[in-house]
Nanobody, 124 residues
Framework: QAQLVESGGGLVQAGGSLRLSCTAS????????MGWFRQAPGKEREFVAG????????YYADSVKGRFTISRDNAKSTVYLRMNSLKPEDTAVYFC?????????????????WGQGTQVTVSS
């Protein structure tokens, strides 16, 4: 059974850091693009960061650029999101997803496998 399992969420004070992990099983991980999205209460799911088949090929939403770093370990079928300088507005459920493509992908509709999500709460 294909699945993505996230971990690493939690409660952190503003200015703190967290690292999320997402491990894939039962599906082809590489060379597909992997992404992180987030969804706050009452808001639509939004793109956060993406990585193409190599960790050197990354792209970010403007709201997290310079603070978040996405990477992947193809040997472990795992994608990571390092989040630094966290702000209360980063509070959301964070989802990892596998894209249908090997190209850059930012739209929800471009991803076909999703994890169950992990809660990140940043207190002020």
């Amino acid at each position: 059974q294909a699945q993505l399992v996230e971990s690493g969420g939690g409660l952190v004070q503003a200015g703190g850091s967290l690292r999320l992990s997402c491990t894939a099983s039962g599906l082809t991980f590489s060379p597909y693009t992997m992404g992180w999205f987030r969804q706050a209460p009452g808001k639509e799911r939004e793109f956060v960061a993406g990585v193409r088949w190599s960790s050197s090929m990354t792209y970010y939403a403007d709201s997290v650029k310079g603070r978040f770093t996405i990477s992947r370990d193809n040997a472990k079928s795992t994608v990571y999101l390092r989040m630094n300088s966290l702000k209360p507005e980063d509070t959301a459920v964070y989802f990892c997803a596998r894209s249908r493509t090997v190209a850059q992908a930012m739209g929800v509709e471009e991803y076909d496998y999703w994890g169950q999500g992990t809660q990140v709460t940043v207190s002020s």
